[in-house]
């Protein structure tokens, strides 16, 4: 018997499981009947206990006190005792189930004990029943040979081994296996021990008749099932043979014929051909077979053979065969291996011809197989090395075994062996018992034997009514010591018979059971307490006998089937007849799934009872199979749960209205496992991302989540699904249309009564419009602070600016105001008068670059600088611009060296900024350099770009100062204002002018005294373009010979300017000094043009302007204007246009300027 290891957490999980049942159970009940099922408890404590220990009973002790407490003692769902009867009620309960647990611990031990007990009993029964007389044999349930001993396998002529493991249907004629088969069957479920004695006729090996008087006795498992039986064979033969004389002379010659078929049938017998000359092999298809091949298989030649041998056996098989053709003989054995992979044995005998000189012709010969021979071969050496390992074993066997061994050695019971185990059990010290019946008929022994309290007379003991009767012998009697120490025993004694058939002596075995049968007594209490728990939870119980289609039916099953209780024994018709009928097709093939897979069978039905009502049950069965596999009988249990089935229905109709309720939310609504597995999107959801539930389950939801927040998202998410928080984040999810929009995302665990997470509940909340404000506010303060800080500084630099700019305008008017002043008061010279003249104009044309570069920064901060594109030829700009400050550097004596390469392609700009960068450079060399200096101006091509590089010998720059030598209003120091002058406007004007020819412009110094260089680089155009380029262009200055124009400025000196320089174009100027004036001579003259003031008394050129364009509405036709204006300024040259004028000139007036104006406008 078998002993199972069971690990020790897998106790406790029982136990634990046990108790976790017991209390869904009870909570169950106590919500349905309103009534505490305390009892239940009980329950978990006794399997618990009887699985696992003590030690797991007590651990579900434990359990079961503390959530019979929390959950069925008031105050619920605290751990506190307010009342003397709750404390009493612990205290019982805490009792009762430790001795629960220590009874079936006990019970454990002592099955344990009882089991290693039975064992060493069992080998000694088997030595016993090696040294009977009798032909003893054991076969299991099914008729399969477990045992025979030597004495049976002489009679039917058989060696053991080949008996062993034989059915015994095998060794009888049919009928009588029929017979047999019926008494196999009528011991399984009998369950009884009843003993039987009949008349056998048995097959012997040579196929004679054996006759025997069978005595059989069942053998019952600890559950009392049937599982083998015992039965001992008295040959009668001889008495037999005269009755069945007469039919054995008739069927003689059929059976000896019969007899021949099975003995070439079962001999396995192949033969062969080989002809050894031609190397033609010939078998027999009996020979195929014994290869593993199918009829016509077989190669037909000698390697064909060989390739079917052992590779280990090969080498001695051909060394035979060579051996042979010289002997004649050929006999051997070797392995074959089948196609399969299988291994068999085969005994080669074959005899060789040869012609008349002695040389071999041909082999012919057998092949046997002889695998079952080498087999029992094997199994008869090992089984010779297992008896002699057990004659030690039983040498000490009588010493060591647990069991009380007595033997006697006559039939009386006069002269006996004890073992200790035996002495122990008696109480007294070994040798001191010799004899259980003297000759003077005096007791031995210091205690009684009793049964039922009865003294035992010495003649029936056990041994001695063996002796007598030559039966075995099977009790239980009562070893009294005294009035309080009573052991219970049970033992079986056996006689042992001589070669005469006459009893020799008897053997007993006897065991103290005291132990088990207090554990079986308690044992049947707590089963009678299940029964009752099982009633009390108003479950059902069922047992089905697939064999004879018999249910027995607890009476609470009957009632939840509706039927009547009291008719236990019903049938599988009367379980069909309740089930409903739509169910009912479905319930009948998961019970035969279950039955053919050895599954565990668990369903929900409906039962329909006569009075047409309609209950759910709930039903869990297991089926249990023979030793062929055949299912044979069926346990299960069910409870009613039409409750539960209302509840969940009407669940269902709440989850329906919650997902209606989802569906019309404004928000993204979602349910997730406790592991964050998404389950559950609202319609919202799906309206939103354009996804499908597919697409989206699981981890899918973020496919629609910004890249960006993906990272962040899974971290907070994990982290809450690990710690249990509450999950709140803000992130974005594309929309269908495909723009991404912000999402406050929050989600709350649900837990059970446990407080373990279920499910997660969350939403995602469109916060799109709230975060774009939240962020424009942000962004706005931002902008604020940053304008504040941009105005505190912007105020510094006005300061400064301002401060500069005073210096600035009022060094060059100091020279203009002194000199004019001296040309009106004072007759000077010419020389001097030209001197004066010169200062003057060279003064104004610096306050007018000062002017300029304050409106070209005005106009680059604004983005509003704009240029005047056209075809540029750099050799020609870097010339003219040197040229402007040639003077300037004679003045300083300041060499300038020029390398100019005249292949420079030419490009798209405006020439008169491009100058303005070349001069505003040149101008810095100048001021900079000292006197004597020089200055180094080089153009070349380089690539696809023309580069100019200026590199002086001045004051140069500093590594501190060279990174902010572009920025407006920065110099590097104030002394340097104070010595050179300037703005600090004229190199970012500069950098600006050059982006926006998408050129670059750098500044170098090795630091202060080593000069500075300035490189600036330009993309030419390609020569495509200049060829289309200089086809389109014109080269002529403008025809403004012979038009008409109005001019009006309320500023006579202006105006007298702005004549002359019409005037120098052929044009016919009328000058007026007011609008009325300028209102008559247009009505008169129809001029070509109108060029008027803007800053004008009483009427100025805005409303001038409104009034010709009303003029022109009544009369027709439209006259170009242009204003004439000293604002600089965008929101001027705005409202110029919007009241009416095309363009606008800002004073100082350039002529040139102003004639390329008058020629664009007439045109």
């Given at each position: 018997?078998?002993?199972?290891?069971?690990?020790?957490?897998?106790?406790?999980?029982?136990?634990?499981?046990?108790?976790?049942?017991?209390?869904?159970?009870?909570?169950?009940?106590?919500?349905?009947?309103?009534?505490?099922?305390?009892?239940?408890?009980?329950?978990?404590?006794?399997?618990?206990?009887?699985?696992?220990?003590?030690?797991?009973?007590?651990?579900?002790?434990?359990?079961?006190?503390?959530?019979?407490?929390y959950f069925f003692t008031q105050p619920l769902y605290?751990?506190?005792?307010?009342?003397?009867?709750?404390?009493?009620?612990?205290?019982?309960?805490?009792?009762?189930?430790?001795?629960?647990?220590?009874?079936?611990?006990?019970?454990?031990?002592?099955?344990?004990?009882?089991?290693?007990?039975?064992?060493?009993?069992?080998?000694?029964?088997?030595?016993?029943?090696?040294?009977?007389?009798?032909?003893?044999?054991?076969?299991?349930?099914?008729?399969?040979?477990?045992?025979?001993?030597?004495?049976?396998?002489?009679?039917?002529?058989?060696?053991?081994e080949e008996m062993i493991g034989q059915p015994v249907?095998?060794?009888?004629?049919?009928?009588?296996?029929?017979?047999?088969?019926?008494?196999?069957?009528?011991?399984?479920?009998?369950?009884?021990?009843?003993?039987?004695?009949?008349?056998?006729?048995?097959?012997?090996?040579?196929?004679?008749?054996?006759?025997?008087?069978?005595?059989?006795?069942?053998?019952?498992?600890?559950?009392?099932?049937?599982?083998?039986?015992?039965?001992?064979?008295?040959?009668?033969?001889?008495?037999?043979?005269?009755?069945?004389?007469?039919?054995?002379?008739?069927?003689?010659?059929?059976?000896?014929?019969?007899?021949?078929?099975?003995?070439?049938?079962?001999?396995?017998i192949g033969s062969f051909e080989w002809n050894i000359?031609?190397?033609?092999?010939?078998?027999?298809?009996?020979?195929?077979?014994?290869?593993?091949?199918?009829?016509?298989?077989?190669?037909?030649?000698?390697?064909?053979?060989?390739?079917?041998?052992?590779?280990?056996?090969?080498?001695?098989?051909?060394?035979?065969?060579?051996?042979?053709?010289?002997?004649?003989?050929?006999?051997?054995?070797?392995?074959?291996?089948?196609?399969?992979?299988?291994?068999?044995?085969?005994?080669?005998?074959?005899?060789?011809?040869?012609?008349?000189?002695?040389?071999?012709?041909?082999?012919?010969?057998?092949?046997?197989?002889?695998?079952?021979?080498?087999?029992?071969?094997?199994?008869?050496?090992?089984?010779?090395?297992?008896?002699?390992?057990?004659?030690?074993?039983?040498?000490?066997?009588?010493?060591?075994?647990?069991?009380?061994?007595?033997?006697?050695?006559?039939?009386?019971?006069?002269?006996?062996?004890?073992?200790?185990?035996?002495?122990?059990?008696?109480?007294?010290?070994?040798?001191?018992?010799?004899?259980?019946?003297?000759?003077?008929?005096?007791?031995?022994?210091?205690?009684?034997?009793?049964?039922?309290?009865?003294?035992?007379?010495?003649?029936?003991?056990?041994?001695?009514?063996?002796?007598?009767?030559?039966?075995?012998?099977?009790?239980?009697?009562?070893?009294?010591?005294?009035?309080?120490?009573?052991?219970?025993?049970?033992?079986?004694?056996?006689?042992?018979?001589?070669?005469?058939?006459?009893?020799?002596?008897?053997?007993?075995?006897?065991?103290?059971?005291?132990?088990?049968?207090?554990?079986?007594?308690?044992?049947?209490?707590?089963?009678?307490?299940?029964?009752?728990?099982?009633?009390?939870?108003?479950?059902?119980?069922?047992?089905?006998?697939?064999?004879?289609?018999?249910?027995?039916?607890?009476?609470?099953?009957?009632?939840?089937?509706?039927?009547?209780?009291?008719?236990?024994?019903?049938?599988?018709?009367?379980?069909?007849?309740?089930?409903?009928?739509?169910?009912?097709?479905?319930?009948?093939?998961?019970?035969?799934?279950?039955?053919?897979?050895?599954?565990?069978?668990?369903?929900?039905?409906?039962?329909?009872?006569?009075?047409?009502?309609?209950?759910?049950?709930?039903?869990?069965?297991?089926?249990?199979?023979?030793?062929?596999?055949?299912?044979?009988?069926?346990?299960?249990?069910?409870?009613?749960?039409?409750?539960?089935?209302?509840?969940?229905?009407?669940?269902?109709?709440?989850?329906?209205?919650?997902?209606?309720?989802?569906?019309?939310?404004?928000?993204?609504?979602?349910?997730?496992?406790?592991?964050?597995?998404?389950?559950?999107?609202?319609?919202?959801?799906?309206?939103?991302?354009?996804?499908?539930?597919?697409?989206?389950?699981?981890?899918?939801?973020?496919?629609?989540?910004?890249?960006?927040?993906?990272?962040?998202?899974?971290?907070?998410?994990?982290?809450?699904?690990?710690?249990?928080?509450?999950?709140?984040?803000?992130?974005?999810?594309?929309?269908?249309?495909?723009?991404?929009?912000?999402?406050?995302?929050?989600?709350?665990?649900?837990?059970?009564?446990?407080?373990?997470?279920?499910?997660?509940?969350?939403?995602?909340?469109?916060?799109?419009?709230?975060?774009?404000?939240?962020?424009?506010?942000?962004?706005?303060?931002?902008?604020?602070?940053?304008?504040?800080?941009?105005?505190?500084?912007?105020?510094?630099?006005?300061?400064?600016?301002?401060?500069?700019?005073?210096?600035?305008?009022?060094?060059?008017?100091?020279?203009?105001?002194?000199?004019?002043?001296?040309?009106?008061?004072?007759?000077?010279?010419?020389?001097?008068?030209?001197?004066?003249?010169?200062?003057?104009?060279?003064?104004?044309?610096?306050?007018?670059?000062?002017?300029?570069?304050?409106?070209?920064?005005?106009?680059?901060?604004?983005?509003?600088?704009?240029?005047?594109?056209?075809?540029?030829?750099?050799?020609?700009?870097?010339?003219?611009?040197?040229?402007?400050?040639?003077?300037?550097?004679?003045?300083?004596?300041?060499?300038?060296?020029?390398?100019?390469?005249?292949?420079?392609?030419?490009?798209?700009?405006?020439?008169?900024?491009?100058?303005?960068?070349?001069?505003?450079?040149?101008?810095?060399?100048?001021?900079?350099?000292?006197?004597?200096?020089?200055?180094?101006?080089?153009?070349?091509?380089?690539?696809?770009?023309?580069?100019?590089?200026?590199?002086?010998?001045?004051?140069?720059?500093?590594?501190?100062?060279?990174?902010?030598?572009?920025?407006?209003?920065?110099?590097?120091?104030?002394?340097?204002?104070?010595?050179?002058?300037?703005?600090?406007?004229?190199?970012?004007?500069?950098?600006?002018?050059?982006?926006?020819?998408?050129?670059?412009?750098?500044?170098?110094?090795?630091?202060?005294?080593?000069?500075?260089?300035?490189?600036?680089?330009?993309?030419?155009?390609?020569?495509?373009?200049?060829?289309?380029?200089?086809?389109?262009?014109?080269?002529?200055?403008?025809?403004?010979?012979?038009?008409?124009?109005?001019?009006?400025?309320?500023?006579?000196?202006?105006?007298?300017?702005?004549?002359?320089?019409?005037?120098?174009?052929?044009?016919?100027?009328?000058?007026?000094?007011?609008?009325?004036?300028?209102?008559?001579?247009?009505?008169?003259?129809?001029?070509?043009?109108?060029?008027?003031?803007?800053?004008?008394?009483?009427?100025?050129?805005?409303?001038?302007?409104?009034?010709?364009?009303?003029?022109?509405?009544?009369?027709?036709?439209?006259?170009?204007?242009?204003?004439?204006?000293?604002?600089?300024?965008?929101?001027?040259?705005?409202?110029?246009?919007?009241?009416?004028?095309?363009?606008?000139?800002?004073?100082?007036?350039?002529?040139?300027?102003?004639?390329?104006?008058?020629?664009?406008?007439?045109?």
């Amino acid at each position: 018997m078998l002993k199972v290891q069971r690990l020790q957490m897998q106790r406790y999980g029982v136990a634990i499981l046990s108790v976790l049942m017991a209390l869904l159970l009870g909570l169950m009940l106590e919500k349905l009947l309103q009534i505490k099922v305390a009892s239940l408890f009980f329950a978990a404590v006794v399997f618990s206990s009887w699985y696992g220990g003590f030690f797991a009973g007590l651990v579900a002790t434990v359990l079961a006190i503390l959530a019979n407490n929390y959950f069925f003692t008031q105050p619920l769902y605290v751990f506190t005792l307010n009342n003397a009867s709750d404390a009493l009620e612990l205290i019982i309960f805490s009792s009762v189930s430790l001795l629960i647990s220590s009874l079936n611990a006990e019970l454990q031990v002592a099955k344990q004990a009882s089991e290693a007990k039975l064992a060493t009993l069992q080998v000694s029964y088997r030595r016993l029943l090696e040294t009977a007389n009798e032909g003893i044999w054991i076969f299991d349930s099914t008729g399969k040979t477990e045992y025979v001993n030597q004495r049976l396998a002489q009679m039917l002529g058989y060696a053991i081994e080949e008996m062993i493991g034989q059915p015994v249907f095998n060794f009888v004629e049919h009928q009588v296996e029929i017979e047999l088969e019926r008494w196999l069957t009528q011991q399984r479920y009998n369950l009884q021990d009843i003993r039987q004695q009949f008349d056998l006729c048995l097959r012997c090996k040579d196929t004679s008749e054996l006759w025997a008087i069978v005595s059989t006795s069942p053998i019952l498992n600890q559950q009392g099932e049937f599982s083998s039986a015992i039965a001992m064979l008295t040959d009668i033969t001889k008495r037999k043979q005269t009755e069945v004389a007469l039919k054995e002379s008739q069927t003689a010659l059929q059976q000896k014929q019969e007899r021949l078929d099975l003995a070439q049938s079962a001999a396995k017998i192949g033969s062969f051909e080989w002809n050894i000359q031609t190397n033609v092999n010939i078998w027999s298809k009996e020979l195929e077979a014994l290869y593993g091949l199918n009829p016509g298989e077989f190669g037909g030649s000698y390697e064909e053979w060989a390739r079917w041998v052992h590779p280990d056996d090969l080498a001695k098989a051909e060394a035979d065969v060579v051996n042979s053709l010289k002997t004649g003989e050929f006999f051997t054995d070797w392995r074959v291996v089948w196609k399969d992979g299988s291994i068999h044995w085969m005994h080669a005998r074959a005899k060789v011809f040869y012609d008349d000189a002695g040389k071999p012709l041909r082999m012919v010969g057998i092949n046997v197989d002889i695998s079952d021979r080498k087999r029992a071969e094997f199994a008869l050496q090992k089984s010779e090395a297992i008896a002699k390992a057990r004659a030690q074993e039983l040498e000490t066997f009588m010493e060591t075994v647990p069991a009380a061994v007595w033997i006697a050695h006559d039939p009386h019971c006069h002269h006996m062996s004890v073992n200790r185990a035996a002495y122990d059990l008696m109480r007294l010290p070994p040798g001191s018992v010799l004899t259980a019946t003297p000759a003077d008929g005096e007791f031995p022994f210091k205690f009684k034997i009793q049964k039922n309290g009865e003294d035992i007379p010495p003649n029936e003991l056990p041994m001695q009514l063996a002796g007598s009767t030559g039966k075995p012998v099977e009790a239980e009697c009562e070893f009294v010591f005294s009035d309080d120490d009573v052991r219970s025993i049970y033992g079986r004694a056996v006689p042992l018979w001589d070669e005469a058939g006459a009893v020799r002596g008897v053997i007993g075995v006897f065991l103290d059971v005291t132990e088990r049968k207090q554990v079986e007594d308690a044992l049947r209490e707590n089963q009678e307490r299940l029964a009752l728990a099982l009633d009390a939870a108003r479950m059902g119980s069922w047992d089905w006998d697939l064999l004879s289609d018999r249910v027995m039916w607890t009476p609470y099953h009957e009632i939840i089937f509706g039927y009547e209780p009291g008719n236990p024994h019903r049938t599988y018709q009367d379980w069909l007849n309740r089930v409903h009928p739509d169910d009912l097709p479905r319930v009948q093939v998961k019970i035969q799934t279950a039955m053919t897979k050895r599954q565990d069978y668990e369903d929900e039905y409906r039962v329909v009872w006569a009075d047409g009502s309609i209950h759910w049950v709930s039903s869990f069965g297991r089926f249990q199979y023979d030793q062929k596999g055949q299912a044979i009988r069926m346990l299960g249990m069910l409870f009613e749960i039409s409750d539960r089935k209302q509840a969940e229905a009407a669940l269902r109709q709440r989850e329906l209205m919650f997902r209606k309720l989802a569906d019309t939310m404004p928000q993204m609504f979602w349910i997730t496992k406790p592991d964050g597995y998404h389950e559950y999107f609202n319609q919202r959801w799906y309206d939103y991302t354009g996804k499908t539930l597919e697409q989206t389950n699981g981890e899918g939801w973020q496919t629609v989540l910004h890249p960006d927040d993906v990272q962040r998202t899974s971290e907070v998410w994990q982290d809450s699904l690990r710690t249990g928080k509450t999950y709140e984040i803000e992130y974005r999810f594309l929309r269908a249309d495909g723009e991404y929009r912000w999402h406050l995302g929050r989600a709350f665990p649900l837990r059970n009564q446990e407080g373990q997470i279920i499910n997660w509940f969350g939403s995602c909340t469109d916060i799109h419009d709230q975060k774009l404000a939240i962020e424009e506010r942000a962004q706005a303060l931002e902008r604020e602070r940053a304008a504040r800080l941009e105005l505190e500084k912007a105020s510094r630099m006005k300061d400064d600016f301002l401060a500069i700019v005073s210096h600035e305008l009022r060094s060059p008017l100091n020279p203009i105001l002194g000199w004019s002043t001296l040309l009106l008061n004072r007759q000077l010279n010419a020389q001097k008068t030209t001197q004066a003249l010169e200062i003057i104009q060279r003064n104004a044309k610096l306050q007018t670059r000062l002017i300029d570069d304050l409106l070209d920064v005005s106009r680059i901060l604004r983005g509003k600088l704009s240029l005047n594109i056209c075809e540029v030829d750099l050799v020609a700009i870097v010339e003219a611009s040197v040229e402007t400050v040639r003077l300037a550097a004679e003045a300083k004596s300041i060499q300038i060296q020029i390398q100019l390469d005249p292949t420079v392609g030419k490009l798209e700009g405006d020439p008169n900024r491009l100058q303005q960068v070349v001069v505003n450079i040149l101008t810095n060399a100048v001021k900079f350099t000292p006197v004597g200096g020089r200055i180094y101006i080089q153009l070349q091509q380089i690539g696809t770009n023309a580069q100019i590089q200026v590199t002086d010998t001045g004051k140069g720059i500093s590594a501190d100062f060279l990174p902010y030598v572009f920025e407006r209003f920065r110099q590097a120091d104030a002394a340097t204002t104070r010595k050179f002058g300037g703005l600090g406007l004229g190199l970012a004007i500069v950098r600006h002018i050059v982006e926006l020819h998408d050129g670059k412009i750098q500044a170098a110094s090795p630091g202060e005294g080593f000069g500075a260089t300035f490189t600036v680089t330009l993309p030419v155009m390609t020569p495509a373009a200049q060829s289309i380029e200089n086809q389109e262009l014109q080269n002529h200055g403008p025809n403004l010979q012979g038009l008409r124009v109005v001019a009006v400025d309320d500023d006579v000196d202006s105006l007298d300017l702005i004549a002359f320089i019409l005037e120098q174009y052929g044009i016919e100027v009328t000058a007026v000094s007011s609008a009325r004036e300028a209102i008559k001579a247009i009505a008169q003259i129809q001029p070509d043009l109108l060029i008027s003031d803007i800053a004008m008394p009483e009427i100025d050129g805005y409303t001038l302007i409104r009034q010709v364009r009303e003029m022109e509405a009544v009369k027709g036709g439209k006259l170009p204007a242009i204003a004439l204006t000293a604002f600089a300024g965008e929101t001027n040259n705005h409202k110029i246009l919007a009241a009416g004028f095309q363009n606008h000139i800002t004073k100082p007036v350039d002529p040139d300027e102003l004639a390329m104006v008058i020629e664009q406008e007439v045109k």
